[in-house]
């Protein structure tokens, strides 16, 4: 059983910027693809970013690129997400996830039934 913590939110003004970092206990991110999704006020979760077990596949949604980095440290298993030019509309609850499973190829990174664990959700709030 993979325990997966999210760590590093908090409110910030428009504009702002945070890291948002992920670490795992009970497994390893090694091999494994890695997502962070967002869940706003009354919406349903949505992708955010992921990238692939090997790092070399970086995936964004249109809302965020060009703003959002998301990157791994596999020997200290951790996954964080850098945000930069915060918006209101990025007030969300922010979970990180994971495919342990290590899905190789083509996969389908933007969906959530891709990933097998997830975290409990680190709350980001922008004010404008």
């Known amino acids: 059983q993979v325990h997966m913590v999210e760590s590093g939110g908090g409110l910030v003004q428009a504009g702002g910027s945070l890291r948002l970092s992920c670490t795992a206990s009970?497994?390893?991110?090694?091999?494994?693809?890695l997502a962070w999704f967002r869940q706003g006020p009354g919406k349903e979760r949505e992708f955010v970013a992921a990238?692939?077990?090997?790092?070399?596949?970086?995936y964004y949604a249109d809302s965020v690129k060009g703003r959002f980095t998301i990157s791994r440290d596999d020997p200290w298993n951790m996954l964080y997400l850098q945000m930069n030019g915060l918006k209101p509309e990025d007030t969300a609850v922010y979970y990180c996830?994971?495919?342990?499973?290590?899905?190789?190829?083509?996969?389908?990174?933007?969906?959530?039934?891709?990933?097998?664990?997830w975290g409990q959700g680190t709350q980001v709030t922008v004010s404008s």
């Open positions: 009970g497994g390893s991110f090694s091999r494994s693809n």
């Open positions: 996830a994971t495919d342990s499973r290590g899905t190789k190829g083509t996969y389908s990174y933007n969906q959530p039934s891709t990933y097998d664990y």
């Open positions: 990238i692939a077990w090997d790092g070399r596949n970086t």
